[in-house]
């Protein structure tokens, strides 16, 4: 997907392994906020916060990533998400 190239080049011109800072929106059902903590390994704290509505949850997790392909492959697994916005 041309939106994952753009990124990827944007990140090759960083040295790695870096902390990365992730950023999701997703519906507040139970399964996307598993599929999302999911992405990441186990040992990532991963911080939760609902909309005012109640009806979104903004995931946010930092992960040391060792390449840009693992953080195009979280991309990648995370849009499968239904309803999931990437930030």
Do not use: R
Not at 79 to 85: K, M
Request: overall charge negative; hydrophobic content about 45%; cysteine-free.
């Amino acid at each position: 997907m041309e939106q994952f190239e753009s990124l990827k080049a944007q990140l090759e011109q960083t040295d790695f392994p870096q902390v990365y800072f992730f950023k999701f929106i997703v519906p507040n059902k139970n399964d996307n906020v598993a599929l999302v903590s999911a992405l990441y390994s186990s040992d990532t704290q991963v911080q939760m916060k609902p909309s005012s509505s109640g009806k979104f949850i903004s995931m946010s997790a930092k992960q040391v990533m060792l390449s840009a392909d693992e953080i195009i492959n979280i991309y990648k697994k995370a849009s499968a998400i239904d309803g999931i916005i990437s930030l």
